[in-house]
């Protein structure tokens, strides 16, 4: 019996957008990362194209973070204490080809560091590791909207990712990323409407669509995970109907949305009913991944090197058109 | 691809004898067109009609019992592609495998790990629901006597597998009683299954490579009357697997192809508990029936993916709740603080799990707002000052501390004034972002 394929025929495709800048490009990084570009749902080879990867990235941050259980911050030790020996951990050690840089000190009600500090740290980053960059500021408005440009300074001509920007502070970060030709980081509440609407906002500044992540606010495996989930899926049917103010590739971040929730942090004695802790934490972030990038997700950013690993396993696997055989 | 009045009317027998309660056959035919009543209630109807007016009302993809009794599942009738669209309805079973020539106390090492694994999480219960008993022994009666062992450990529906459809007649005997599913009829050996399902009254796996034979075969296996199968398209590799389950799913709701309207296997390949996880996850996501899980995937890795169903499977029209009333976070006394919020399910969780990051024990007190979050319960009036006062009486939240202080979430900072003078507790403004409680509970502690 012959059985009659379905085969979609979209009309429009993601935007490709690329990070970090080489020598030729004005930049000092080792090499580039292109995401974007696809014209299918995820890893439907038989329908259309992924001309781009999924790609992951480690997050890091410029001050050791206070929340991160024992479990976590073994994998990296010392490294913790400085942001450079962190950064060179994660690319050296842990092969890590994307870092995404969390400026946590500078939150007002914490270190409060001052905006040029995180430009000097950024700075040292970039020195360091090779590998092109995201830049997360803290979440608060007011400080990141001081921290934003002097670290969109620090890193000029690299095309470092700077975020987040959302509806209430887009308009000095979409100005300082488009004076130094960098990507933008743009979130919305888990709304599709608000999501295309900052879109709008943000192009019309004149940034390219090309320069523009879309953050869909990650939601947790067991706290949300499924608005996240479906709010990604119509994202990414939009942009393959032909919604250019969808289509631009989307970011998430599994590995902070896993760490936060006890599933994750809590040591076996703690949870015995849940088991051996390692394997439930990692195949928690990874599990949180996965749905992820079956949703549409084109940059993951991580915390454990071991999910990560994992996660970059299943992509490869799910990027071979005809698959590979386990 | 229901029928109009005037189709069903010449399916029926004609006789106008009212026996069904209706005046006339027409008049008949015209309610059971709207979906009232039943074909039974017609004494005199034909085979022939029976069965196309059963085929006009079957749902695109079959829906399928596995087991017996309050373990029972059922899988299978989506009716949609995207759960935005609709919900997905019927969970993926998941089963774990034991093999029938692991040692006696080896199985029944896994079989307590999976009876102590279950826990409750927003009012669901959260468990492996099957066992894959597989045949790989020499004797031919072992698969009985693993199958016995598991059914006296774990009440669950069972998964029968055999290459030889004798082994599973030799298990069915024992514990064909509970409704197994049982695998696997393929297109060499296809009409010794059909029998055993019909003896036994079985859900039968149709296993063929690539989706044309399978087809064919589960048309074959429906001929010869048996309907209650669970598709296994026997795909290399995790792609082929996607994109065999996105072909299903795509043509029995899109094009209402029958041969393939039933729930699907999926066989989670052996070797590597990592990608074995993440294999499971990409199709309890994207279109998996009874997912099949290997030996070496633990609990700690199973613990991820049940919660991922349920996520992927709560309709999201429904938000889940939690129930009303006074939760304690780690052991609060007395003393302890009380943070009011809503009853959606994300809401507390999230509260929650900051005021455990913050380590201060407290207490949440948690408002029936139709399981909504703070914002748009506010907005619908169902977070008011006057359902937290009420919330407080119903639940006596002055016996439980011994001071008169609540700490309401920043978003309705707007109702500090009224619910004050309401209850004359004093009421503390907290952050807006649940994310800023451990700071705000910690700078409190030390204020
Ligand atoms: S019982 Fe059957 S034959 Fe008699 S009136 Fe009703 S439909 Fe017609």
């Known amino acids: ?326 | 691809m229901a029928l109009t009045g005037l189709e069903i009317y010449k399916l029926l027998p004609k006789k106008n004898c009212r026996e069904c309660g209706s005046p006339t056959c027409l008049a008949f035919a015209m309610q059971l067109a709207q979906g009232k009543g039943s074909l039974d209630a017609c004494p005199y109807v034909s085979e022939e009609a029976k069965e196309k007016l059963g085929a006009a009302s079957q749902p695109p993809i079959r829906l399928v019992t596995i087991g017996t009794g309050e373990h029972a599942l059922q899988v299978g009738d989506e009716t949609v592609l995207f759960r935005h669209d609709k919900t997905f309805f019927h969970q993926p079973p998941l089963a774990v495998t034991v093999y029938d020539d692991w040692e006696d106390a080896r199985i029944q090492a896994r079989l307590a790990e999976l009876k102590a694994f279950s826990w409750e999480r927003v009012g669901l219960v959260l468990r492996v629901d099957m066992v894959a008993v597989v045949h790989r022994a020499e004797e031919p009666g072992r698969l009985a006597a693993a199958a016995q062992m598991v059914q006296a450990a774990l009440p669950y529906p069972l998964y029968l597998e055999s290459a030889e459809a004798g082994a599973v007649e030799a298990a069915l005997q024992a514990v064909g009683a509970g409704k197994p599913l049982i695998a696997a009829a393929t297109p060499e050996n296809w009409q010794a299954w059909v029998e055993l399902a019909k003896k036994y009254g079985c859900p039968l796996v149709v296993s063929a490579e690539g989706l044309d034979a399978l087809a064919e075969l589960a048309e074959k296996v429906a001929a010869a009357g048996v309907k209650d199968l669970v598709l296994d398209s026997r795909p290399a590799t995790l792609v082929q697997a996607l994109t065999d389950q996105t072909q299903i799913r795509r043509l029995a709701i899109r094009k209402k192809f029958r041969p393939l309207g039933y729930p699907t296997l999926v066989r989670v390949p052996q070797g590597d508990a990592w990608q074995a996880t993440a294999y499971a996850a990409t199709l309890i996501a994207k279109y998996g029936g009874v997912l099949l899980l290997p030996a070496e995937v633990g609990i700690p890795n199973v613990l991820p993916l049940v919660t991922l169903r349920q996520n992927i499977y709560t309709d999201p029209q429904k938000p889940i709740q939690v129930q009303p009333g006074i939760y304690p976070v780690g052991e609060p006394g007395p003393d302890a603080p009380v943070l009011v919020t809503t009853n959606f399910s994300l809401t507390y969780f999230t509260v929650m799990s900051d005021v455990e990051a913050s380590k201060i024990p407290a207490y949440m007190l948690i408002c029936d707002t139709d399981g909504t979050s703070v914002l748009t319960a506010w907005a619908a009036g169902k977070f008011s000052a006057e359902s937290i006062a009420e919330t407080m009486d119903k639940f006596k939240l002055a016996e439980k501390v011994n001071h008169r202080r609540l700490i309401l979430p920043g978003f309705v900072a707007v109702l500090s004034g009224k619910l004050q003078s309401l209850t004359n507790w004093e009421v503390v403004v907290g952050p807006r972002e649940s994310a800023g409680l451990p700071n705000f509970l910690r700078a409190r502690l030390s204020a």
């Open chain 1, 1 to 326: 019996m012959g059985v009659e394929l379905q085969r979609e025929k979209w009309v429009g495709r993601v935007t490709p957008v690329t990070l970090g800048a080489t020598a030729a490009e004005g930049g000092t990084r080792g090499h580039t990362i292109t995401v974007g570009g696809e014209t299918t749902l995820p890893f439907l080879h038989f329908e259309g194209q992924m001309p781009h990867a999924p790609v992951t990235a480690l997050e890091i941050w410029d001050m050791p973070p206070a929340d991160w259980p024992p479990l976590l911050l073994d994998a990296f030790g010392d490294a913790v204490q400085d942001p450079v020996s962190w950064a060179k951990k994660c690319v050296d050690e842990y092969g890590a080809r994307l870092l995404c840089l969390r400026l946590a000190s500078t939150a007002p009600d914490g270190q409060n560091a001052p905006p040029e500090a995180a430009a000097d740290t950024v700075r040292a980053v970039l020195k360091a590791v090779d590998v092109p960059l995201i830049v997360l500021g803290c979440g608060d408005f007011d400080k990141d909207n001081q921290v934003f440009p002097k670290v969109s300074d620090a890193a000029a001509g690299e095309r470092v990712a700077i975020g987040i920007a959302e509806q209430n502070n887009y308009k000095s970060l979409v100005a300082s990323c488009m004076m130094n030709n960098h990507v933008i980081l743009s979130q919305a509440p888990i709304d599709i409407n608000i999501q295309k609407q900052m879109n709008i906002l943000i192009t019309e500044m004149g940034m390219p669509p090309e320069r523009i992540l879309m953050d869909p606010t990650t939601g947790g495996l067991g706290y949300g995970l499924e608005y996240c989930y479906s709010i990604m899926e119509r994202i990414r049917l939009g942009a393959l109907q032909g919604d250019k103010m969808l289509a631009m590739p989307l970011i998430v971040f599994p590995g902070q949305e896993s760490w936060r929730f006890k599933e994750a942090k809590e040591p076996e004695s703690a949870a015995p009913q849940w088991g051996e802790q390692y394997t439930r934490a990692i195949s928690w972030e990874l599990t949180t991944a996965v749905a992820l990038l079956q949703a549409g997700a084109d940059v993951l950013v991580f915390r454990h090197p071991e999910a990560r690993r994992q996660t970059e396993r299943y992509i490869e696997a799910m990027m071979a058109p005809a698959g590979v055989e386990a």
